[in-house]
């Protein structure tokens, strides 16, 4: 590599530490002038200090080098950290009026509640929502057709094979049409995490399972992952379509790799859309799998008529969803995007990092597909 070659990535490499550092800098550093400061502990100081030096080199070895152990540790640092933060420079509006140690110990209640619930709320079993989903293309034999969307179940460092348990019987108890696996189905190899996603195994569908990848699949075990679902029943939708009948009518299900895949370097993946829909009936209704919501800015240049994505976590952590939205057209929920094509964004089932979820509740998604009712003409006209 030669000198001028080296001088970006240089750049590159400072600009990214001076990020980290102001980044930590102020993640660590509000708490501690909120929450500790005020009672003018060394210990605090020194245990704050050693806490934001040792946490990236936790991050480090346990998401850059696979140590489940460290990635438990900073994980759970992260959440408390960033609870503490937020409620940190809420407080600190109320330190115009009440004094210092007051607000502290306000930020410190807070933060434990929320630290306790978001705990909770991580580990349980989502909950079910239902939505009604109108597709105007949509056949009359395909009306009430049910789909479920699960998406983000993050089978990682916390092992939860339990849990994965609890929630495959829970999405059976839909008795679903179609399951759409919406990607980042764990954080990890299939040998690291075989366990906990073997009850994918056990989902049923009375039409199809079908399966797309997410963004951390390319952190390294994408293809790994597609071969797995395969091999647990599941149709891998990679950059292709499948299509379910009922009633004599048709339903075409199709599926595109991560916005991430064609950066990743890993052979023959990359997101296209024209191969996922190659040879499919223009008249007939598409539905689309993939895995992150700005994907459906290609979707609706190419009339899908409906999208279903993950990625978001509806933001996990209050109020981490405001950055997810620079980022992404929507958080969660319904939205609609051009003249057809609608996008479902479901907050997922599981959880990155921190085990936490914090007016972010998880969910499993039962949306039904329904046929558009043709307009009543008014008695008198």
Avoid at 178 to 205: E, N, S
Avoid at 270 to 299: E, I, M, T, W, Y
Avoid at 318 to 335: A, E, M
Wanted: glycine share 10%; with cysteine; hydrophobic share 45%.
């Amino acid at each position: 590599m030669t000198q001028t070659e080296q001088r970006p990535r240089t750049r590159r490499r400072l600009a990214f530490v001076g990020v980290l550092v102001v980044a930590l800098s102020l993640l660590f550093g509000v708490p501690y002038l909120v929450v500790l400061q005020p009672w003018a502990s060394t210990v605090g100081a020194i245990g704050a200090m050693t806490v934001a030096v040792l946490f990236p080199v936790l991050m480090f070895y346990g998401h850059g080098r696979g140590r489940d152990w460290a990635a438990k540790i900073a994980d759970t640092t992260l959440g408390v950290v960033w609870v503490l933060f937020a409620w940190s420079v809420i407080g600190s509006v109320f330190l115009l009026v009440l004094d210092a140690r007051t607000v502290s110990l306000g930020v410190l209640a807070i933060a434990a509640v929320l630290v306790a619930w978001g705990v909770t709320e991580a580990m349980r079993v989502p909950r079910v929502r239902r939505v009604d989903v109108t597709l105007p293309r949509l056949r009359a034999g395909l009306d009430g057709v049910t789909v479920v969307v699960l998406a983000d179940t993050h089978y990682g460092p916390i092992e939860r094979s339990r849990w994965s348990r609890r929630t495959a019987a829970a999405v059976n108890a839909l008795e679903p049409d179609i399951v759409c696996h919406a990607g980042d189905i764990a954080d990890g190899t299939v040998d690291q995490r075989r366990a906990q996603a073997a009850p994918l195994g056990d989902i049923r569908a009375n039409l199809a399972r079908v399966y797309v990848t997410g963004n951390h699949e390319y952190f390294g075990a994408a293809q790994g992952w597609l071969d797995h679902m395969a091999s647990l029943g599941w149709e891998a939708l990679h950059n292709r379509h499948v299509i379910v009948s009922r009633g004599g009518d048709q339903l075409v299900l199709a599926g595109i790799d991560d916005v991430t895949a064609r950066s990743s370097g890993l052979a023959g993946h990359g997101a296209n859309l024209a191969n996922a829909l190659a040879g499919v009936d223009p008249d007939l209704p598409v539905l689309l799998v993939a895995h992150q919501p700005r994907q459906v800015k290609d979707a609706a240049a190419a009339g899908i008529d409906l999208q279903v994505s993950g990625h978001t976590h509806g933001g996990q952590i209050w109020p981490f969803h405001y950055l997810v939205r620079v980022d992404q057209p929507t958080v969660h929920g319904l939205s609609r995007h051009g003249d057809r094509t609608q996008l479902y964004t479901t907050r997922g089932a599981g959880f990155w990092g921190p085990p936490l979820r914090v007016f972010a509740p998880s969910e499993i998604t039962l949306l039904t597909l329904r046929v558009a009712q043709p307009q009543t003409q008014a008695a008198d006209q």
